[in-house]
């Protein structure tokens, strides 16, 4: 699916320093409606500095993120909260589910906070622990569970509320290549059928072939793999650190 | 590859002629080059001669007349002997992938006009490329298992070029001011 119209991810330029370290180094990107992307690249590249950049989770110190017409550095906190529980789900590099709850309740939690019914949302969580194939998981809690089951409940968690666009940090990082291609399988055709846009942070050129596309990071800047890409992103690479 | 020990395993699923182990094979491994009609006929000649298959009969069918072969004791001898044989791993490096960015590396150091980090990427574009198209091959619905372990052996292969690719992109400063040192 290649995007054709208006793009729904437009990211100009992104710097963002840690200290004296630069984790991103004027990166631009367009992510197109319905898209997968597969963003590659060495470790320390910034391609999580990146993740959190798009999704409002960082706000770069300069460059701009466009997100459905909306300036997302533009936001208050409060707003992109609200953008991140309604618009976005995601899968972070080191897990961030709740500790004190079941990977039933972690999975339901998104859903309760947007308001939907404690039967309904239990149902949902089930059905998407099912599809990760964790569901006989779902009592456990995630220090009971296996690095590679804890993964696929916070990718389950990630995608229940019906994002528009997920962002999966290392999506399979932890799995073996069977489970993951599982894995794979059942979020290419969840987005696929859902319209949902992936970010799809991957080292392994195997899932990245799941993608629609690649870019590859390299020292904070993003290298596109593609001519169509390349002409959206010349002209602010070319303009560099502005 | 050796297509006497595939023929003579296609013909294990039952007597066979030409054009259906031609067909069975490409069935079989379908991203592997078709087999040349030509190429099945020589071989099944050649299987006969040494004793490991022979003619059951043929047939005519209202088209023109076929021959059937199946498989003698002798070839399920030869066949198992060569499933139990270990393939050498690979003791030499021929690839050409390899032999263009040494190429690239020494001339860029000699001052040519190579540039072999240009020359990775692009090839990683085209490898990523063809990956693209193995996975959604195989996670077609429907997709059969020769199709998927097709699909597999070739996108690990594949894989393994760009691991050493990437690697390779990582080295090449380092490589490049070795043999400008030299
Ligand atoms: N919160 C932080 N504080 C300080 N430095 C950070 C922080 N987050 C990232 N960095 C630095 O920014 C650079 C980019 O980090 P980032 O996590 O984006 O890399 P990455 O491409 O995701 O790497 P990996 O493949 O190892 O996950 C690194 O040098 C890292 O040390
Ligand atoms: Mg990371």
Redesign the pocket.
Known sequence: MTPSTAPLITARGLEKA??R?D?LRGASLTLGAGEILAVT?A???????LLHCLAGIVTPDSGSVRYDGKQVENLSEAQRTELRRTDFGILF?FGQLIPELSAMDNVALPLLLAGVRRAAAHQQAADWLGKFGVYGQARLRPGEMSGGQAQRVSLARALVTGPKVVFADEPTGALDTLTGEQVMTTLVQSARESGCAVVLIT?DAQVAAYADREVV?RDGVVKADEPWAAEHFSRAEVRGND | MSTRHVLLGLLTAGPSHGYDLKRRHDERFPQARPLAYGQVYTTLQRLVRDGLAEVEGTDADGGPERTHYRSTDKGSVELAHWLGEIAPPAPFVTNDIFAKVVVAILAEAAGEPADPAAYLRAQRTAHMARMRELTALKTAPGADLATVLSADYALSHLDADLRWMTTTAGRLAALTEEIRNV
Request: glycine share 26%; net charge positive.
């Open positions: 840690y200290g370290t984790a690249g470790s320390g590249s910034g391609k999580s500095t590099q080292h990071l």
